[in-house]
T-cell receptor, first 113, second 113 residues
């Protein structure tokens, strides 16, 4: 069964303290891996899509990387406004289900001032 | 605002009542998705429309759930005879084509009492 596992479940950082979130996946035929940010009471907000191992994408203080088994979301010098739940999702290549996203449970990030 | 709109934002209903949610996708997006999210979990796929055709329903959707997308525009999700286990955030998303990140709405928070 396809699985997406995110770790840690929760992470508390001081402002300026860089760290990484992990998303490991066991799927057959990865089409794309997606990162979303979700604020309380709101829908997920799209951050990045990664398609192949070795690919990297950056946006402000965030950088996403992809290997054949996992993805990392690196947060450099975070600010309190980066506090949110970060969700990882995979999309498969396989035939009829290549539109579905399978999400992990997310990592709740708290950045203290 | 050209994002995905969902209405209502919050709904409290008594067990056994019927509820209907509406989603207005981004106008040029031909694909529309419904997901459900409970506390501490990632979103779970419910159903998918390409234009007006409903192409897949998750086994999570019992026969009390029905979704429509008349004329390939807005979509409605109806839950009949609500149960406490239906309490969740119902998220709508849209996309154009495949392999692209979805745009999610802010969701409808359903509480069944």
């Amino acid at each position: 069964e396809d699985q997406v596992t995110q770790s840690p479940e929760a992470l508390r950082l001081q402002e300026g303290e860089s760290s990484s979130l992990n998303c490991s996946y066991t799927v057959s035929g990865l089409r794309g891996l997606f990162w979303y940010r979700q604020d309380p009471g709101k829908g997920p907000e799209f951050l990045f899509t990664l398609y192949s191992a070795g690919e990297e994408k950056e946006k402000e203080r965030l950088k996403a990387t992809l290997t054949k088994k996992e993805s990392f979301l690196h947060i450099t010098a975070p600010k309190p406004e980066d506090s949110a739940t970060y969700l990882c999702a995979v999309q498969l290549n396989s035939g009829g289900s290549n539109y579905k996203l399978t999400f992990g449970k997310g990592t709740l990030l708290t950045v203290n001032p | 605002d050209t994002g995905v709109s969902q209405d209502p934002r919050h709904k409290i209903t008594k067990r056994g009542q019927n509820v209907t949610f509406r989603c207005d996708p981004i106008s040029e997006h031909n694909r529309l998705y419904w997901y459900r999210q409970t506390l501490g979990q990632g979103p779970e796929f419910l159903t998918y429309f390409q234009n007006e055709a409903q192409l897949e329903k998750s086994r999570l959707l019992s026969d009390r759930f029905s979704a429509e997308r008349p004329k390939g525009s807005f979509s409605t999700l109806e839950i009949q005879r609500t149960e406490q286990g239906d309490s969740a955030m119902y998220l709508c998303a849209s996309s154009f084509g495949q392999g692209h990140g979805y745009t999610f709405g802010s969701g409808t928070r359903l509480t069944v009492v």
